[in-house]
Structures are given as C-alpha cells and as structure tokens.
C-alpha cells in the first residue's frame, strides 16, 4: 500500500484546512478493509495521534475533537482529515497512516502497517 497526503499549506489562526490520503491498494484487498488514521508531529515533539476511522467508527484525540472530522470515500481510495478553528498549536507535519489489521481498541496506536510521506500545516497566529 503506498498513501499519498496532500492538502497542508498555511493558514490563519481560525480557519480550516482539508488534508487528504489517498491510497494505492494492490488487488485482492479492499482500501474499504483498511483503518486509516492522521497522526501528526510539531517541531521538536513527538508524533501524536489527531484521528482514525475503520468502517463506521471514528475516534479523535482530545486536541482536535468538536473541531475536525475524518471521513473516507472508498471509491476513489481516499481518506480525508477536516480540521477547522485552527490553532498555532495545530502546527505539524500530518501523516496518513493505513492496516488492514488494526482492531477497534488499537486505532490510535502508531503501530500502521503503511505510511504516507506527510504535509506540512502551519498556523500562522
């Protein structure tokens, strides 16, 4: 599986940003199947998790809850991260994660199997 994240770039204190994965699945296995899940990493600090959904269960950290949504769209393989009411602190490199493996309970360790290469947001105050 190769994921490919997009969508970063800087924006204003306040406003949203919509990042986007999208995946290339080899045959035989349904992106559908796959959990996918946002992490991100400031400078200087450790990566964190920001959100994750396999099927129709969604789960956000603490930081981001009530002002972003994951969403996914099996169809063209692609899994979206809305993060609005941006903070300077929302400042990150974010990176899409995907495992067709992961159980429910583990989604928001870091442990994916795949990794995209990440997108810079930078929340100028």
């Known amino acids: 599986v190769q994921l490919q994240a997009s969508g970063g770039g800087l924006v204003q204190a306040g406003g949203s940003v919509r990042l986007s994965c999208v995946a290339s699945?080899?045959?035989?296995?349904?992106?559908?199947?796959?959990?996918v899940a946002w992490f991100r990493q400031a400078p200087g600090k450790e990566r964190e998790f920001v959100s994750a959904?396999?099927?129709?269960?969604?789960i956000y950290a603490d930081s981001v809850k009530g002002r972003s949504t994951i969403s996914r769209d099996n169809a063209k393989n692609t899994v979206y991260l809305q993060l609005n009411s941006l903070k300077p602190g929302d400042t990150a490199v974010y990176y899409c994660?995907?495992?067709?493996?992961?159980?429910?309970?583990?989604?928001?360790?870091?442990?994916?199997?795949?990794w995209g290469q990440g997108t810079l947001v930078t929340v100028s105050s």
């Open positions: 994660a995907a495992d067709s493996a992961k159980i429910l309970s583990a989604l928001s360790n870091g442990d994916y199997a795949y």
């Open positions: 959904i396999r099927g129709g269960t969604t």
């Open positions: 699945v080899a045959s035989g296995r349904a992106f559908r199947s796959y959990a």
